[in-house]
């Protein structure tokens, strides 16, 4: 498969321009399977997880057109990258130095000086208790959704993957108003309503809807959502 090298364009940068020398891409191929037709779609190019793409002289638009998403299947949980992460901006930059012995049979070989290995012994403590406490939210973040899932599953069954697809694209895309716009997604038109808000819901989320309203309604819970929106699909299907 050929190297997949993002261009300006790509990104959609107005004024940014890609580091190379600072960039590292992993990419992968893959035809996801559907089950309703039994077939494969059309093979997805992906820019892997993990891939750091540095970006010079980025403008404002340019930031909050990245925050938005990049790529197509954005409903389908695309797209979704990190900007500048919190771990790169520690106080002290993590380092290790290389040990050099100019002399194999000298008994006085090149050594860390005391205090610089304790600067660094430091650094790497601090950044494995950063790793470790994101590990540590992200576990109970995923125990709480495993334990939403676990009560109320079954609330959900006529929910299709697609339909969770589309409120994992307004949860990602739209971060400021993903709420009415999910609010306006699971309603259909009634056209007997004299407001919107006498639109009725669609079927598929009758039974479900109130109990996902209080999750949709509670303050700085746009991660809970996203990670159910992505496991809900997967449960659909060890069901089926």
């Known amino acids: 498969m050929p190297t997949l090298l993002p261009?300006?364009?790509?990104?959609?940068?107005?004024?940014?321009?890609i580091d190379w020398e600072?960039?590292?891409?992993?990419?992968?191929k893959f035809s996801p399977f559907n089950f309703k037709r039994q077939c494969r779609e059309n093979a997805r190019l992906l820019i892997d997880k993990g891939s750091v793409i540095a970006i010079n002289n980025a403008s404002s638009d340019d930031i909050t057109t990245l925050k938005n998403g990049l790529g197509?299947?954005?409903?389908?949980?695309?797209?979704?990258?990190?900007?500048?992460p919190s771990f790169l901006f520690k106080q002290e930059r993590f380092s290790l130095s290389k040990v050099t012995q100019d002399n194999q049979n000298d008994s006085q070989s090149s050594h860390i000086d005391a205090t610089q290995q304790t600067k660094q012994e430091q650094n790497l403590l601090s950044f494995i208790q950063a790793k470790a406490e994101t590990?540590?939210?992200?576990?109970?973040?995923?125990?709480?959704v495993s334990e939403f899932i676990s009560k109320h599953k079954e609330l959900f069954?006529?929910?299709?993957?697609?339909?969770?697809?589309?409120i994992r694209m307004y949860l990602q895309c739209h971060k400021d108003e993903y709420k009415q716009k999910i609010h306006d997604y699971v309603r259909r038109n009634n056209k007997n309503a004299k407001t919107h808000k006498d639109d009725v819901?669609?079927?598929?989320?009758?039974d479900g809807w109130e109990i996902?309203?209080?999750?949709?309604?509670?303050?700085?819970?746009?991660?809970?959502?996203?990670?159910?929106?992505?496991?809900?699909p997967k449960e659909r299907r060890e069901n089926d």
């Not at 600072?22 to 992968?28: D, H």
């Not at 929910?159 to 589309?166: C, I, K, P, R």
């Not at 996902?212 to 809900?232: D, T, V």
């Open 7 to 17: 261009t300006q364009e790509n990104l959609k940068l107005q004024q940014g321009r």
């Open 22 to 28: 600072k960039s590292q891409i992993k990419t992968r």
């Open 72 to 84: 197509g299947y954005l409903s389908e949980g695309y797209g979704e990258v990190l900007i500048n």
């Open 135 to 144: 590990q540590s939210s992200v576990l109970t973040l995923g125990e709480k």
């Open 157 to 166: 069954q006529d929910v299709s993957n697609s339909q969770w697809g589309e």
């Open 201 to 206: 819901l669609k079927k598929q989320w009758e």
């Open 212 to 232: 996902f309203k209080k999750e949709l309604e509670k303050e700085n819970n746009i991660e809970f959502l996203k990670l159910l929106a992505m496991r809900m």
